[in-house]
């Protein structure tokens, strides 16, 4: 039988290396520098395309995970993971859109999209980690 354990430590760090990623590229284009934060941009951009392919073999082969906490915990990490789970779909259209205008050079349109892009990713990125850490690290879940 394969072992599929590697895979939420891994999606965690390329969930938390997107979230660097894109708070890095947003502060290098406040500052106007641009090849940089394109960079960052296009690096972020691939992070969270692998996350996604990894993400996606990773459930395919172990299904869902239950979430063994209980008390607290539970109305909490269901609240991250419903708002984490609807975003992170909201999500994929505004990437492509922002990095598809920055590409382009439609600067006006990319702008205007990425503003929303930028938290709603951020946020994405984050809960993911967080789901991550409430999952496997502090309640122990196994796949």
Do not use: E
């Amino acid at each position: 039988m394969a072992d599929y354990s590697v895979f939420p430590a891994l999606n965690a760090t390329l969930n938390g290396a997107s979230a660097v990623l894109i708070t890095i590229g947003r502060l290098l284009i406040a500052r106007k520098r641009i090849q940089l934060h394109r960079a960052c941009m296009i690096a972020a951009f691939a992070t969270s395309s692998v996350f996604l392919v990894c993400y996606l073999y990773y459930h395919a082969h172990v299904g869902s995970v239950h979430f063994p906490g209980q008390g607290w915990a539970r109305p909490v990490y269901f609240t991250i993971l419903i708002s984490h789970t609807i975003l992170a779909a909201a999500v994929v259209p505004l990437v492509v859109l922002s990095l598809t205008y920055g590409l382009k050079s439609r600067f006006d349109r990319h702008r205007r999209i990425s503003r929303w892009t930028f938290p709603v990713w951020l946020y994405v990125s984050v809960t993911g980690v967080i789901v991550y850490i409430m999952l496997y690290q502090i309640y122990g879940a196994h796949s």
